[in-house]
């Protein structure tokens, strides 16, 4: 079984920064994309930033300059720097995962999704 688990979250005043973890655990075989995505109430769940198991990252338009990724392979984890955060990135932040995972006789891939963490950019 594997789990993704995201902590960071929080209340922050307009233009302050936070940082998301999310650590993947369990029967591991090999982790692929890690990526981050955002749900505000309302709207649908929609790209952050996510990155590839060699480092490319890719970005959605309205966080480039603002947010980055990054990524602990020896940790089977992904980060996401939050800076001049503003009231409209308020959302609940989700970690999503493509892992394989090894079954009896085959290898099985698939996304997992943590739980989310909440982000309230307010003052």
């Known amino acids: 079984q594997v789990q993704l688990v995201e902590s960071g979250g929080g209340l922050v005043q307009p233009g302050g920064s936070l940082r998301l973890s999310c650590a993947a655990s369990?029967?591991?075989?090999?982790?692929?994309?890690m990526g981050w995505y955002r749900q505000a109430p309302g709207k649908q769940r929609e790209l952050v930033a996510d990155?590839?198991?060699?480092?490319?990252?890719n970005y959605a338009d309205i966080v480039k300059g603002r947010f980055t990724i990054s990524r602990d392979n020896a940790k089977n984890a992904v980060y996401l720097q939050m800076n001049s955060l503003k009231p409209e990135d308020t959302a609940v932040y989700y970690c999503?995962?493509?892992?394989?995972?090894?079954?009896?006789?085959?290898?099985?891939?698939?996304?997992?999704w943590g739980q989310g963490t909440q982000v309230t950019v307010s003052s």
């Open positions: 990155t590839t198991t060699g480092g490319t990252a």
């Open positions: 999503k995962a493509q892992i394989s995972t090894r079954q009896p006789t085959l290898y099985v891939t698939r996304h997992y």
């Open positions: 369990g029967s591991i075989f090999s982790i692929n994309t």
